[in-house]
């Protein structure tokens, strides 16, 4: 299957400053890429979603000035989260889809652990 | 409203005890149902895609099939390996999003 990078594995942040994690889909091109938000126990949680060249789409309830999305490339999507607080700290995961192709699985890159002190 | 609901939440099974996971989906207009695997601290990893009601799809002891409802994941014979949350996702026409179930946390022992 299709990879999905995603750097740091784990962060850990003081409060107020702030953080980028990177998602590189690393053998295929992704015009669209999802970020999401995952609690202990809990399932996925959709945040937004990441289209190359164009904002995006935030969904309900979702900061867009604090999770701020870059989707500067066909291969890469950043999530910066700004002026991060703990209450912050979280399970962060991108995926990708195959270019051209809506009805293809998404794969997942690794997750970012991220913890504000 | 696209629903997906996965039961049970947690399943314990011995080592070679074979058993299935539901996944239950309203959805208009499907364009695939999904299973991905998610190991603690990681990434889901997908498994299958199904598009289409009586489509079956098996990898080593696993084993997807679909209905206009709903989806199993067979689990023949696991083995501790096995043990996971198991996630189920569907996609539909006019929406590049997958709409994810809550998982079924599966638990094999030896």
């Known amino acids: 299957g299709a990879v999905v990078s995603q750097h740091p594995s784990r962060v850990i942040c003081k409060s107020g400053t702030s953080v980028k994690i990177e998602c590189r889909s690393l053998?295929?091109?992704?015009?669209?890429m999802f970020w999401y938000r995952q609690f202990p126990k809990q399932s996925l949680m959709l945040m937004a979603t990441?289209?190359?060249?164009?904002?995006?789409?935030?969904e309900q309830g979702v900061e867009k000035d604090k999770f701020l999305i870059n989707h500067a490339s066909l291969t890469l999507s950043t999530l910066t989260v700004t002026s991060a607080h703990p209450e912050d700290s979280s399970f962060y995961i991108c995926?990708?889809?195959?270019?051209?192709?809506?009805?293809?699985?998404?794969?997942f890159g690794q997750g970012t652990r991220l913890t504000v002190v | 409203e696209d629903q997906v609901t996965q039961s049970p939440e947690a399943l314990r099974l011995q080592e070679g005890e074979s058993s299935s996971l539901n996944c239950s989906y309203t959805v208009s207009g499907l364009r695939g149902l999904f299973w991905y695997r998610q190991d603690p601290g990681k990434g889901p990893e997908f498994l299958f895609t199904?598009?289409?009601a009586g489509e079956e799809k098996e990898k080593e002891r696993l084993k997807a099939t679909l209905t206009k409802k709903e989806s199993f994941l067979h689990i023949t014979a696991p083995k501790p390996e096995d043990s996971a949350t198991y996630l189920c996702a569907v996609g539909r026409g006019g929406s590049e999003k997958l709409v994810f179930g809550k998982g079924t946390k599966l638990t094999v022992n030896p």
């Open positions: 053998d295929f091109q992704a015009t669209t």
């Open positions: 199904l598009y289409s």
């Open positions: 995926s990708a889809r195959v270019s051209g192709l809506r009805n293809t699985e998404a794969f």
């Open positions: 990441s289209n190359e060249g164009s904002k995006a789409t935030y």
